[in-house]
């Protein structure tokens, strides 16, 4: 018998719901610029020459800050995308380059009580000048998500699924739901991995009732395999610095006897979203823990 087999449950559906945005914004600089070797700094520069009034949702105000944003993208071609940042001791020059006229883009997840800061920021995105070049805005575009839901979006729903697939966009900087530690956690078990996620968006604090939900995903998700070859650790620079995170991809098999038993369907959707949206992890208002989820169904 599970003994958290009903906490998170009940409090996904005591929680009320809040509004939360995730957004895509295309730029193009007029110049050949060079960038640092984690550019997820570049996007928070942008945003905050935008709307100056941003600034202090990106300082110590808020914990967890209430935005998430990816790094810079380089759009090739008409589909391939590459994140901005770059690994630890590569033999490379340590800056990131992009030519004039090269589309880029950047993802955005906010919540409601900082959506008119964002939006304001969002809309008066051209003509920012930075590193030397002068960005103009293509376009972007917002969807609002409602959290926690009984009606989960048809791409986040897991009916019919026997696994959920996470992919690590960005270095990945593990939260310890357990404890308070300057030693990280490396090891993308589901409950360590979303353990910022159902924080948040079930609005615990690290109390029993939290641990035993992150206790309850670490039982209805099991991770495949090949987990340790498909996550691998890397050594990112931030500030001419290397430091440790983990990339790549995870494939978690749903229990589905436990989810039945437990009735933990609309929590792991619930979930699924909010990490879509808003990251995983430490750092994601600095362009870390950025996500893109997959539900299989074969």
Known sequence: MLISDVIGVRKLFETSPRNYYFGYVKLVPDKDVLLPPFTGKVVKSLLIQANPSIEEVFSGR????????????????????VYLWKRYGSKQELTMRLGTGQTTMFYIGFTEDIAHKVIDALMNLSDIELFNAKWSLI???????????????????????????????????????????????????????????????LRMERNRDYIETINLLNAVLNETYSALETVKPIMYIYEGK?????????????????????????LLENIIVHASIMGVGTSRANGFGHVTTKIIRE
């Not at 290397?242 to 609309?266: H, N, S």
């Open 62 to 81: 808020y914990s967890p800050k209430p935005i998430h944003v990816s790094t810079l993208i380089r759009i090739d071609g008409s589909s391939r995308r």
């Open 139 to 201: 376009e972007y575009g917002v969807e609002k998500y409602s959290l926690p839901a009984e009606h989960i979006p048809g791409q986040f729903s897991i009916d019919n699924a026997v696994a959920i697939k996470v992919e690590f966009r960005t270095p990945t900087l593990l939260l310890d739901p357990y404890k308070t530690s300057k030693y990280k956690r490396f090891l993308p078990l589901p409950g360590i991995v979303f353990s910022y996620n159902v924080g948040d968006l």
């Open 242 to 266: 290397g430091y440790p995170a983990i990339i790549g991809y995870i494939k978690y098999m749903i229990d589905w006897d436990l989810v039945e038993k437990t009735g933990a369907q609309k």
